[in-house]
């Protein structure tokens, strides 16, 4: 394996036992979280894992009185200060990281309000793409944002994505068919959301079909966020 | 109520007119160049494998009917004619139909068959005399393990005149497109269920308005998620197939880029293989008619189809 290949490869481990440690905390089992518990503060992947979960590193603090561990909140803005910091946006406004920077600094604010003060700005993503891309793309980009797909964050994202609610409803099929279960797991998150989901989709007993086939961490925190946050897939 | 497809009125303005009247008139060609592959041999009612005699005979004649029929283009209608007189003189004008049923009373396909050519006015007396007794048997009336089969059953009973043996209605609540189960379940043995649930209910789109506005809301919806993911993995007769049923909703939608990826699937010669690439150079011909036959009919059908659908821009309301 090359350099660069174990480096991704030690990344994605990291990732991987912090999604299950945020799918545990959503389902309301294990201790209080806290983000720094779940990622080692110490660790120099940590701030990596935190900008690529975006906003999901903070989703167990949008439970119903989830205050998260006494005290974590501001070692928890810290670390993600510390990411945004290390990882800002690229050049491209319409980069799903852009969207992801910016659905990161959303949640802080949401979330640990009484910490927040020196964010960065949150920057403003290009969102035309969101109604000229055929729908096999659009899926495929939107289910990267599922991390977004939280109470109270992105509204505005969310009503635009009501208007595709059919296109994103085909792109589950389309990942369900070819077994891309990150993919499927990620639209299926949106869609508990949307309001509009054709019924013969079958959405929950589909979220529950994605969750027997895959064993990806970060599906499960799409599928128990569809189920804790939207009542979907019970 | 029903109605039917329109009559052949002349050609008309349709944004795929070109492509889609290439492809069909390619195929055909095709298919009269290779026609000599469809005859039966000797031994078609005793020991020959019926899917590479029967079937293909069988799919000729229905699919060159339905073209000889519908499509706007005479040229093309008297081209499928032709194409249906051959499969009719193969089957030796319906004697080979009677041979098969003797020869086998309880199956079915000898009935689907002769049901096909008995819609394009193709008859013989002594086949029906024999049909009508062995259909009218009670054993014939014992439910079948597939109900896409039963719907194909009850489609032939009708064309020859017969009696239903059996509900139509009933037969189709428990097919996939009775059901209208989760659209991410579906795989592709399904998917051939599917198309053909909704071929046997329209007489294989003639008659699209006995799609219930339900079923035609769930292909409507679901249609292009299936279309994609087998166009993606270059399963052309498949793709072909749920094209044609596409062409069955009202507000039909002509989705250009899916007939440009079949058209660009086709061998130098117009044929379209059933999956993947064509078959490599030096492959006989008897099997280059096997890969290909099927689905480059399907082409022809469903560019048919698609030329006489409905169109989104000419739909109602």
Redesign the interface.
Known sequence: MTEQAQGAAALNAVIADAASGIALALRGEGDPYALTRTLPQEDALSPAAVRVLGADALAPYALDGGRGADGAGSADAAMVRQALTAFPPGDDPAAVSTWSYRGLVEATRALLPAHAAQLPPAPDPADDWLDTEP??RLSHRVSQLASLALPGLAGALTDRLSGRT?DL??????A???RDWQQ?AGLGRWLARLPQT?P???LD??LR?VQQMSGDPRAAVHLTAARTFFGRGR | MTTARAAPAGPRAHPGADLLDTLVAEGLDWVERHRAHFRLPPDVATTADPNLTLKPLGELAELSALIAELHPRPELRARARRLLAHAWQEARQGELFAELVRGEPQATYPVELYGSFARAGLRDAAVEELVRTTTGLRGWQLAREDHTRTLAVLNAEARIGLPHHTDFGAALAHTWLGRRPEPWFLECRTAYGLTHDVFHLTDWGRAPSRLSPAAAEYLRLWLPAWLGSWLEERLWDLAGELLAVAACLPGAVFDAAAWQRLAAARTADGALPERDDPPPPGTGAAECFTACYHSTLVLAFAGTLARTATLDSEAPG
Do not use: D, K, N, Y
């Open positions: 729908w096999p059919e409803a085909r792109g589950f099929v389309r369900v068919r070819r499927a054709p013969s989709l079958g007993s589909g079909f």
